[in-house]
């Protein structure tokens, strides 16, 4: 029964991954074209709305390109692992009082571990497809996302200090308003990593396409493209849902529906902070970015850590 | 036989066909899944025996830290001209020799606690004050020895000259 029950899970994780990811393209480039004075999507509908209708069949009937030179096997499933750990990673996030779909004890640490096989899955694309760009592609996602997840999991640890719990259910059980400006550094260090750890702009080395086409996914095109962008996606939605509910509260501020609802909304505004984030700042250098992760993002992180330990002694 | 049996077979198998395709496999991304299996394997078996805090630990080093530093590492070393590189070692022999005799030495050191298996479920809140009470130091020593690790591959790495 417990087996039946995880699998309606994982499929309900899957789809709406699947679905945020397919609004998700819609509502950035919205964002985009207010950002940058560019129309966006428009003409397929009211505010262009029918315009995800019809990309989702364009990627799935596109030809399944795999190059002659690839690993076949491993260029085919590759993309898979890069999007079923960030699935995986939905499951321990806490919607309701006392409710996650997986509520484990250790749910805090899983959700950090779970999107570290991920970066397996894009070191395995990059190997797959045999092409120099992408094998540079692969290498810059490894170092960066094993580098941020540091600061990530540290500006996370000041939570967990606060709330003496791995279990994100009694984490938000402990939840207090004050959290929010005693961690507002975690969060920010928190939200730039979480960036970094999706491969998004202005944190997009590994895919920078003036340098590297795509980087990892530069041979991949259709549906398997497709996986990909639902990866990112899916990461942007995740962290966000994550963010919103042990940093900044969650479903705590208000009780019943109307907290799942606020919830719900501070999410989709962290998510379109991201998308302001990556259409307002050029990309960076691979030097800078790493000597940011080690050198301004990890220090704060730890000095976030120390407050919140002080703190949680007066607690 | 109950489902938790049946799990932690199939967890027992997974390690156990990762660990044959890790050596006997020479093709690098194919090598890397097996390993891969395998430690997701331990991982599967340390959550079925009732200590996610180890299984969750487990994906985090030894997925997301060592098996993909591994990968990077052999990326890195790629020769180019469309060669791909293969892991072949002249040692094969020597290398069964040794791990037959690791295996035989972890039979002989744990047997005692495997002919009585008693189901230790521990808290993970009981393995944090453990590691920051009563066992404090033997844990800030293992860190004091992984830093002083660290720090002489950095040594030996350098070479003679900046030494």
Same mark, same amino acid.
């Given at each position: 029964m417990t087996f039946v029950w995880g699998l309606l899970w994982g499929l309900a994780a899957v789809m709406l991954i699947a679905g945020g990811a397919v609004v998700g393209v819609w509502w950035e480039r919205k964002v985009a074209g207010r950002i940058q004075m560019r129309l966006g999507p428009q003409q397929i509908g009211p505010a262009g709305v029918l315009q995800m209708? /019809?990309? !989702?069949?364009?990627?799935?009937?596109?030809?399944?390109?795999? %190059?002659?030179?690839?690993?076949?096997?491993?260029?085919?499933?590759?993309?898979? /692992? !890069? @999007? /079923?750990?960030?699935a995986m990673s939905v499951a321990v996030i806490p919607f309701w009082a006392g409710w996650a779909p997986l509520d484990s004890t250790v749910g805090m640490v899983f959700y950090l571990a779970i999107p570290s096989i991920g970066v397996l899955g894009i070191l395995? +694309? /990059?190997?797959? +497809?045999?092409? *120099?760009?992408?094998?540079?592609?692969?290498?810059?996602?490894?170092?960066?996302?094993? +580098?941020?997840?540091? %600061?990530?999991?540290?500006?996370v640890l000041s939570v967990i200090i606060l709330a003496g719990s791995l279990q994100p259910t009694k984490v938000m059980d402990a939840w207090q308003w004050w959290w929010v400006p005693l961690t507002f550094v975690g969060f920010l260090v928190y939200l730039i990593a979480s960036i970094a750890e999706m491969n998004r702009g202005p @944190?997009?080395?590994?895919?920078?396409?003036?340098?590297?086409?795509?980087?990892?996914?530069?041979?991949?095109s259709g549906f398997r493209w497709a996986i990909f962008m639902m990866g990112e996606y899916g990461a942007m939605i995740s962290a966000a849902l994550f963010?919103?509910?042990?940093?900044?509260?969650?479903?705590?501020?208000?009780?019943?529906?109307?907290?799942? !609802?606020? @919830?719900?909304?501070?999410?989709?505004?962290?998510? *379109?902070?991201?998308?302001?984030v990556k259409w307002t700042f050029p990309r960076l250098r691979q030097d800078h970015l790493m000597t940011f992760c080690? *050198?301004?993002?990890? %220090?704060l992180a730890i000095v976030q850590v120390v407050v919140a330990g002080v703190v949680a002694l007066w607690l | 036989?109950?489902?938790?049996?049946?799990?932690?077979? #199939? #967890?027992? $198998? $997974?390690?156990? #066909?990762? #660990?044959?395709g890790t050596v006997f496999v020479a093709d690098v991304p194919r090598l890397v899944i097996s390993l891969g299996v395998f430690l997701l394997g331990v991982a599967a078996a340390f959550l079925v025996m009732g200590s996610p805090l180890l299984a969750v630990s487990q994906v985090?080093?030894?997925?997301?830290?060592?098996l993909v530093l591994v990968l990077f590492a052999l990326m890195l070393s790629r020769r180019g001209g469309g060669e791909r590189p293969r892991v072949e070692s002249r040692h094969d022999i020597g290398a069964a020799v040794i791990a037959l005799g690791v295996f035989l030495l972890l039979t002989v050191v744990l047997w005692p606690s495997a002919i009585d298996p008693e189901p230790v479920v521990v808290a993970p809140e009981a393995i944090g004050a453990a590691l920051l009470g009563e066992s404090l130091v033997a844990f800030e020593l293992v860190g004091v020895l992984l830093l002083a690790a660290l720090l002489a591959v950095l040594v030996i790495v350098k070479g003679g000259a900046d030494r």
């Open positions: 209708i /019809a990309d !989702v069949p364009k990627l799935l009937f596109k030809e399944d390109i795999v %190059p002659t030179g690839a690993d076949k096997p491993v260029f085919r499933y590759a993309p898979l /692992a !890069v @999007f /079923a750990p960030v395995l +694309s /990059a190997w797959g +497809s045999h092409n *120099t760009l992408a094998t540079i592609g692969g290498l810059r996602a490894a170092a960066q996302m094993i +580098s941020y997840e540091v %600061p990530r999991s540290l500006a @944190f997009d080395l590994p895919e920078a396409e003036s340098e590297l086409v795509a980087g990892y996914f530069s041979d991949y963010g919103a509910a042990v940093f900044l509260g969650g479903y705590r501020w208000l009780p019943g529906v109307p907290g799942l !609802v606020l @919830f719900l909304v501070i999410a989709m505004l962290i998510i *379109t902070v991201v998308m302001w080690w *050198t301004v993002l990890t %220090p | 036989m109950s489902a938790n049996d049946l799990a932690l077979g #199939a #967890a027992m $198998a $997974a390690m156990v #066909a990762g #660990a044959a985090f080093v030894y997925v997301g830290g060592v």
